[in-house]
């Protein structure tokens, strides 16, 4: 757990700054002895005194405001990847803005000069850490779907803009001219530098082929609420594939998808669903938002392999460019890919998918060593853990004798993305995450274990 004086070192005490109401937000702000406050509320982006696109840490908030300065502020780290609630105070007085936040039960009081509050811009010193603090109004938030382009509009003719910034380019990327184009699903921030302030943009990039993550909403539902929604569209075709399964098979009129398929067993729940496409060139599409929400396993020229956890369950998502097919199908069935899927879940969940209640021992230690009788493949299961979140930091997977290097290897060779490291032979990158992975081959004995080191 971080502290609060860790956490209001990064700044995240220095995000808000909601004036009392004096006059309009057309008003001019008065750079003299006598500052003239403005009620200015709504949500506010900061770079801590840094370049934009050079800020690991940014935070956002929403004050609401009635005259009073209490109000609530949310703050996120981009490098931890966490989320904070911080209620708190919020008092201005003179050139001098106070706060009093209580976090984790304890309240801490600070007390910021304001240099200046602008119509763009909100600029806080604080003496105690000597950090300066640049707070930048959102004035709007763009909704574009990937690949759409919009102009990036300021409506005040005496705007001059010097320069525009992305703060993710990766998700939306702004031209000299103001252009902004949405590249991948997600979230970014452009910013238009002038002499009168940085007027920032929220744009929010979501997929274009509508409906396409509907399709896997289907897993683990029963086989009749698929039917609900396209039986009465579509004729189907009910057969079974000779493996104890049945599949719902739709041919479709729909301009993007041609063929959709829903395959389950006796329980009819849905653990396999096939999509194709019209449009190979959709696929694409597909591809750039999935790397945005979804962990990339493997990549070759014809099919990219994805997976996710949905309901504690891990899914593979197959992206086939030469059948013009999106898989999703239920993980686990292979011997390697069932303990494999163990790094995916907390300590909690992966004990018990093994039949293991962990002890107070393990808990306390953040420790477990399982052996294993049912798999042909690996004979023993060994995780570290953080104590206080439960998710793995290293799990290590022990083979049975006789098992070699050569044996296993193939299937990682499949399913992983080599970095060219030869100590880290393997990596899978996530939105959130690296779990490096590396074999270890005893000198003496010959026997082998497949390493993962989790890094959040």
């Given at each position: ?22 006059c309009s937000d057309d008003d001019d702000t008065d750079n003299g002895s006598d500052i003239q406050y403005r009620s200015i509320v709504g949500e506010w982006y900061s770079d801590f005194g840094m370049d934009v696109e050079g800020s690991m840490d940014w935070g956002i ?34 050139k001098k803005y106070s706060q009093a936040i209580t976090m984790f039960g304890e309240t801490e009081t600070s007390i910021l000069d304001i240099l200046s509050i602008g119509m763009y811009d909100i600029r806080l010193f604080n003496n105690e850490n000597q950090m300066l ?162 962990e990339l396993r493997a990549e070759q020229d014809d099919y990219l392999l994805f997976t996710t956890k949905k309901y504690g369950r891990g899914i593979s998502i197959s992206i086939d460019y030469e059948t013009n097919m999106l898989w999703f199908m239920v993980r686990g ?124």
């Amino acid at each position: 757990m971080k502290t609060i004086d860790k956490i209001l070192s990064w700044g995240i005490a220095l995000l808000v700054l909601v004036p009392m109401a004096s006059c309009s937000d057309d008003d001019d702000t008065d750079n003299g002895s006598d500052i003239q406050y403005r009620s200015i509320v709504g949500e506010w982006y900061s770079d801590f005194g840094m370049d934009v696109e050079g800020s690991m840490d940014w935070g956002i908030s929403a004050v609401y405001s009635d005259g009073t300065t209490d109000g609530f502020l949310a703050h996120v780290s981009k490098e931890e990847g966490y989320l904070i609630p911080v209620e708190g105070t919020y008092k201005i007085s003179g050139k001098k803005y106070s706060q009093a936040i209580t976090m984790f039960g304890e309240t801490e009081t600070s007390i910021l000069d304001i240099l200046s509050i602008g119509m763009y811009d909100i600029r806080l010193f604080n003496n105690e850490n000597q950090m300066l603090d640049i707070s930048h109004r959102i004035l709007d938030t763009y909704n574009l779907q990937v690949g759409e382009t919009h102009d990036m509009l300021i409506n005040d003719p005496d705007f001059v803009v010097m320069e525009y910034r992305s703060d993710n380019e990766k998700v939306a990327t702004i031209s000299p001219n103001g252009t902004i184009e949405a590249l991948r699903v997600g979230t970014a921030y452009v910013s238009a530098v002038s002499k009168k302030g940085t007027a920032v943009i929220r744009v929010v990039v979501t997929n274009p082929v509508t409906g396409i993550d509907d399709f896997m909403a289907y897993m683990f539902e029963n086989v009749d609420v698929a039917t609900q929604a396209y039986g009465t569209l579509y004729k189907d075709l009910e057969y079974a594939d000779g493996s104890g399964y049945n599949m719902r098979h739709y041919y479709m009129l729909d301009e993007n998808v041609e063929e959709i398929g829903f395959t389950f067993g006796e329980s009819k729940v849905v653990e396999d669903v096939r999509v194709v496409f019209r449009n190979g060139d959709l696929l694409d599409e597909i591809a750039k938002t999935y790397l945005g929400l979804y962990e990339l396993r493997a990549e070759q020229d014809d099919y990219l392999l994805f997976t996710t956890k949905k309901y504690g369950r891990g899914i593979s998502i197959s992206i086939d460019y030469e059948t013009n097919m999106l898989w999703f199908m239920v993980r686990g069935n292979d011997p390697i890919q069932a303990l494999d899927d163990l790094v995916h879940m907390t300590a909690t969940e992966a004990a018990e998918a093994l039949g293991h209640t962990l002890t107070d021992t393990e808990r306390a230690t953040g420790h477990m060593l399982i052996p294993i009788s049912n798999n042909p493949i690996f004979k023993g299961f060994t995780m570290y853990f953080d104590t206080e979140t439960d998710m793995p930091t290293a799990v290590y997977l022990f083979c049975k004798d006789g098992i070699t290097l050569e044996d296993i290897e193939p299937w990682y060779q499949q399913n992983y993305i080599a970095t060219g490291n030869e100590s880290l032979p393997y990596a899978r990158l996530t939105p959130t995450s690296t779990i490096y992975l590396t074999f270890n081959v005893d000198e003496v004995d010959g026997s082998v274990a497949v390493i993962y080191m989790i890094a959040y």
